[in-house]
């Protein structure tokens, strides 16, 4: 049976929804116009890929034009790989391998020398080339326990409607985004279609978002959004469910904090996608009411190009290194490669030396951020090398700040 991947028409937008929802086990309300033109917006069909056999849609794929924060602070195009779905009458033919094959020449041809994903399935990408560079903590506390702490002087939080947070929140998250590797910008369409799409038909019993903003002097320096789901038993046990906070000074962050520790009938807080390296523990009276209910990875990174990748991003200090790189996915990246860094910044070639170090494109899509440990990796087979080059690697990789991303896309 024969498969290809063709042009998604508007003719074929329904069925391509279909095929996504069901394979993400849902169904389309084809009576919902808004959420068909939110689909529109959202989707770009010139970077779909939905995968016909016949007439019948039997896999799905596409990917975001993203520009993601890089270590050092640079802005780098991403194309942020989602919706990903193979119909079950098709499995193991060769779909997905199809779609990744399209997916990253495209990237490729586009100038896009970063590829990014939030995976569904641990074990699928790998083989693709992209590796786990980030992590997200999933939270909660009861307020009771955790102590409510004093109000953060000189700050005060308003409640703000909707229209108000979509002037102030997009500049606020600006300053935050350049500065954290693996955040990335947001437009003005996905801000309103993504971020305050607020529809009462898709909360799932929960309020419409909240929208706290943090000031200084009257001037906003933080927000947090969020929404809240009543209880009561003997004594009132509501929750505030934290959608995203975010805080370009550190009075803001305790402001905030704060602010969703002591909203009455409230207690029980809870926040899906935490930073790892936030000190939110050491904030609270205390911190042991804090549970971590998962940790688990957040954004996976693939070197598309990767001279290019590694000239994007800033290093610690300076030095060079030999890297051997292997990618049987994509062939123009297999090879050997010299990277020198001076004062932080550097240039990458191919070269036709012996390596120091040698690793596949997965792991070293994992190190980029700066987020991992390569010193760890090579203690489970992952980077070959002698010890002082792979010490020497790490050193040069490894970044002061934890690489986050705020959403999955």
Request: aromatic share 10%; glycine share 10%.
């Given at each position: 049976?024969?498969?290809?991947?063709?042009?998604?028409?508007?003719?074929?937008?329904?069925?391509?929804?279909?095929?996504?929802?069901?394979?993400?086990?849902?169904?389309?309300?084809?009576?919902?116009?808004?959420?068909?033109?939110r689909f529109g917006i959202v989707f770009n069909r010139e970077r779909m890929l939905p995968v016909f056999d016949g007439d019948q849609i039997v896999g799905t794929g596409g990917d975001f034009d993203l520009t993601v924060t890089v270590p050092g602070g640079a802005q780098v195009p991403m194309s942020g790989l989602t919706i990903i779905t193979v119909q079950p009458t098709h499995t193991r033919r060769g779909i997905l391998t199809a779609m990744m094959r399209a997916h990253i020449d495209r990237a490729r041809d586009r100038g896009e020398p970063l590829g990014g994903l939030w995976a569904s399935e641990v074990q699928i990408y790998g083989r693709f080339g992209y590796g786990s560079a980030a992590d997200m903590r999933s939270i909660k506390y009861d307020a009771r326990y955790a102590g409510h702490g004093l109000r953060e002087p000189g700050v005060t939080v308003r409640l703000v409607s909707p229209q108000e947070a979509s002037e102030i929140l997009p500049l606020l998250f600006s300053e935050v985004q350049r500065?954290?590797?693996?955040?990335?910008?947001?437009?003005?369409?996905?801000?309103?279609?993504?971020?305050?799409?607020?529809?009462?038909?898709?909360?799932?019993?929960?309020?419409?978002?909240?929208?706290?903003?943090?000031?200084?002097?009257?001037?906003?320096?933080?927000?947090?959004?969020?929404?809240?789901?009543?209880?009561?038993?003997?004594?009132?046990?509501?929750?505030?469910?934290?959608?995203?906070?975010?805080?370009?000074?550190?009075a803001a962050y305790r402001a905030l904090w704060h602010y969703v520790t002591n909203i009455d009938l409230f207690p029980i807080v809870k926040h899906w996608n935490l930073p790892v390296d936030d000190p939110l523990q050491m904030l609270l009276r205390d911190g042991r009411?804090?549970?971590?209910?998962?940790?688990?990875?957040?954004?996976?990174?693939?070197l598309i190009e990767v001279p290019k990748a590694l000239e994007s991003r800033s290093y610690t200090g300076s030095g060079a290194i030999t890297i051997d790189v292997h990618d049987p996915f994509a062939s123009w990246n297999d090879g050997t490669y010299r990277l020198e860094v001076e004062d932080g910044q550097a240039t990458c070639r191919p070269v036709g030396m012996d390596a120091e170090v040698a690793m596949d494109v997965n792991t070293l899509g994992a190190i980029y951020l700066g987020g991992r440990d390569a010193k760890a990796l090579a203690r489970i087979g992952r980077i070959e090398g002698a010890p002082e080059a792979v010490a020497r690697l790490d050193a040069l990789f490894r970044g002061a700040i934890a690489p986050w991303c705020a959403e999955v896309f």
């Amino acid at each position: 049976m024969s498969f290809e991947i063709r042009e998604l028409t508007p003719d074929s937008v329904d069925a391509f929804r279909q095929a996504i929802s069901s394979g993400f086990g849902h169904d389309v309300d084809f009576e919902d116009k808004e959420g068909a033109e939110r689909f529109g917006i959202v989707f770009n069909r010139e970077r779909m890929l939905p995968v016909f056999d016949g007439d019948q849609i039997v896999g799905t794929g596409g990917d975001f034009d993203l520009t993601v924060t890089v270590p050092g602070g640079a802005q780098v195009p991403m194309s942020g790989l989602t919706i990903i779905t193979v119909q079950p009458t098709h499995t193991r033919r060769g779909i997905l391998t199809a779609m990744m094959r399209a997916h990253i020449d495209r990237a490729r041809d586009r100038g896009e020398p970063l590829g990014g994903l939030w995976a569904s399935e641990v074990q699928i990408y790998g083989r693709f080339g992209y590796g786990s560079a980030a992590d997200m903590r999933s939270i909660k506390y009861d307020a009771r326990y955790a102590g409510h702490g004093l109000r953060e002087p000189g700050v005060t939080v308003r409640l703000v409607s909707p229209q108000e947070a979509s002037e102030i929140l997009p500049l606020l998250f600006s300053e935050v985004q350049r500065t954290r590797p693996g955040m990335y910008q947001r437009t003005e369409e996905w801000w309103k279609y993504r971020l305050f799409w607020d529809r009462e038909k898709d909360r799932q019993g929960l309020s419409a978002l909240r929208h706290a903003v943090a000031e200084e002097d009257g001037k906003p320096i933080g927000y947090v959004t969020y929404r809240q789901k009543s209880s009561w038993e003997a004594l009132p046990e509501g929750e505030i469910r934290i959608r995203e906070i975010i805080t370009p000074t550190d009075a803001a962050y305790r402001a905030l904090w704060h602010y969703v520790t002591n909203i009455d009938l409230f207690p029980i807080v809870k926040h899906w996608n935490l930073p790892v390296d936030d000190p939110l523990q050491m904030l609270l009276r205390d911190g042991r009411a804090l549970s971590t209910e998962d940790l688990s990875d957040s954004l996976w990174m693939r070197l598309i190009e990767v001279p290019k990748a590694l000239e994007s991003r800033s290093y610690t200090g300076s030095g060079a290194i030999t890297i051997d790189v292997h990618d049987p996915f994509a062939s123009w990246n297999d090879g050997t490669y010299r990277l020198e860094v001076e004062d932080g910044q550097a240039t990458c070639r191919p070269v036709g030396m012996d390596a120091e170090v040698a690793m596949d494109v997965n792991t070293l899509g994992a190190i980029y951020l700066g987020g991992r440990d390569a010193k760890a990796l090579a203690r489970i087979g992952r980077i070959e090398g002698a010890p002082e080059a792979v010490a020497r690697l790490d050193a040069l990789f490894r970044g002061a700040i934890a690489p986050w991303c705020a959403e999955v896309f």
